[in-house]
C-alpha cells in the first residue's frame, strides 16, 4: 500500500499569495512525513482550480520537497500542443531528480472545454492524439508522427526525461473499458468512486497488466483526521461546503447542471455514499480498511485539504492520517 495526496488547489478565500505560500508549506510536510506523491489538478476559469498551469506551481513544489512524487491529475491534453508539453514534462522530470509522475485526461468540464474552443467529441479525439504523440516523443529521439491533429516529421527530441523510456503516466478512470486499457498499457489508474463499483474496475486493470509488476490502483477521497468524530466532521462539513460551491461554480454561471462527476451537497452525504471520512484517527482507519479490502486497491488518494478549512486544523488531519491512520492500515 502506498498513500499519496490530490489536491484540486481551489480557492480558499484568502489573497492568492498566501494560499501559495501556505500549499507549498503543506507540501514541504507532505515530503517529510514520506508520502509518495503529490498530484494536482488543472482547472481553468473557476475556483475550483488556482493551479490552471500545473507545471509552474509543481516546479515550486520541486523546490521545497526531495523525495515526494510529483505531477498533474491531469493534463488536459485537448488543451496543450503535445511538442511543448513534452518540453515540460523533460523539464519537471530534470528539475524534481526523476520524481515526475505524468497524469493525462480529456477534461471533465465541457464548460472548461468549450472556453478553449474545445467540443467534447473533439476533445476526446485531440486526448487520444496527444497521448500517442507524448508517449513516443518522451521515449524517442526524434518524433514522426501523422494524425489528424498534428503533423510531425523528424523532430529532434532534444529534451529528453530522466526516468526512461518515460516518468510513469497516470489516468483517472471511469469504467472496466479505461481501467483494462491503463492496464495493458502498464499505466497507473486513480478514480473516484465507491469501493464496491471499484473492485470491478481493478480486476480488469489487472487482467489486462498480466504477469509482473502490479502498477499504482487507487482511489481518492476527501479526508479530515481530528482528535474526535464530532469536531472532525465540523470541520470537514464548513469546509465542503466551500469546495462544492466552487466545484458547481461555472455550471451555475451557466445555468447548468454537471454531466460527469456530479457531487452530494453536504459532507455527511459523501460520507454515505463512501467517498469521504472525517473522524478521529480510529474512525478514518476502519473506513480505510473497509474500502482497501472491498475494491483490492494498492493506493490511496487523500485530499486532505479543501476549501476553507483552516491551515492549523489541516496540518494536524495531515500529521494524525499520516502518523497513526497510515502505519496501522499498513500493517
Not at 474552443?117 to 487520444?128: C, F, H, L, V
Not at 471499484?198 to 482528535?227: D, F, T
Request: glycine letters at 8%.
Amino acid at each position: 500500500m502506498e498513500f499519496g495526496i490530490f489536491d484540486h488547489l481551489d480557492h480558499t478565500g484568502m489573497d492568492l499569495r498566501t494560499q501559495y505560500a501556505q500549499r507549498l508549506e503543506l507540501a514541504a510536510l507532505y515530503d517529510e512525513l514520506g508520502f509518495y506523491a503529490y498530484h494536482l489538478a488543472e482547472h481553468h476559469s473557476t475556483p475550483l482550480g488556482m493551479s490552471p498551469s500545473p507545471s509552474v506551481f509543481l516546479s515550486a513544489v520541486i523546490q521545497r520537497t526531495r523525495r515526494l512524487r510529483i505531477g498533474p491529475l491531469v493534463y488536459l491534453l485537448p488543451l496543450y500542443h503535445p511538442l511543448r508539453l513534452i518540453e515540460e514534462v523533460c523539464m519537471l522530470d530534470n528539475l524534481s531528480g526523476g520524481r515526475m509522475q505524468v497524469g493525462v485526461g480529456r477534461g471533465i468540464s465541457p464548460i472548461e472545454l468549450g472556453y478553449y474552443g474545445r467540443t467534447p467529441d473533439e476533445a476526446r479525439e485531440i486526448y487520444e492524439e496527444n497521448l500517442r504523440i507524448l508517449v513516443a516523443g518522451l521515449a524517442s529521439e526524434t518524433l514522426t508522427f501523422v494524425g489528424r491533429f498534428s503533423r510531425l516529421e523528424k523532430v529532434p527530441m532534444s529534451m529528453r526525461p530522466l526516468q526512461r523510456p518515460h516518468p510513469p503516466i497516470w489516468m483517472g478512470i471511469t469504467s472496466e473499458e479505461s481501467a483494462a486499457f491503463a492496464g495493458k498499457a502498464g499505466y497507473n489508474i486513480v478514480a473516484l468512486m465507491p469501493a464496491a463499483a471499484m473492485r470491478s474496475r481493478v480486476e480488469a486493470y489487472r487482467k489486462a497488466r498480466g504477469a509482473g509488476e502490479m502498477g499504482k490502483v487507487g482511489i481518492s477521497y476527501h479526508v479530515v483526521v481530528g482528535g474526535d468524530d464530532a469536531s472532525a466532521l465540523s470541520a470537514a462539513s464548513s469546509a465542503y461546503a466551500t469546495w462544492h460551491r466552487s466545484f458547481n461554480h461555472l455550471y451555475r454561471l451557466h445555468g447548468r447542471q454537471p454531466v460527469l462527476g456530479a457531487w452530494p451537497e453536504t459532507f455527511p452525504e459523501m460520507m454515505k455514499a463512501q467517498r469521504a471520512v472525517a473522524g478521529s484517527p480510529r474512525t478514518v482507519i476502519e473506513f480505510m480498511r473497509r474500502q482497501v479490502e472491498a475494491s483490492g486497491i494498492n493506493y490511496i488518494v487523500a485530499q486532505l485539504m479543501f476549501g476553507d478549512l483552516p491551515h492549523e486544523t489541516t496540518r494536524r488531519s495531515i500529521e494524525l492520517y499520516a502518523r497513526e491512520v497510515i502505519p496501522s492500515i499498513r500493517r
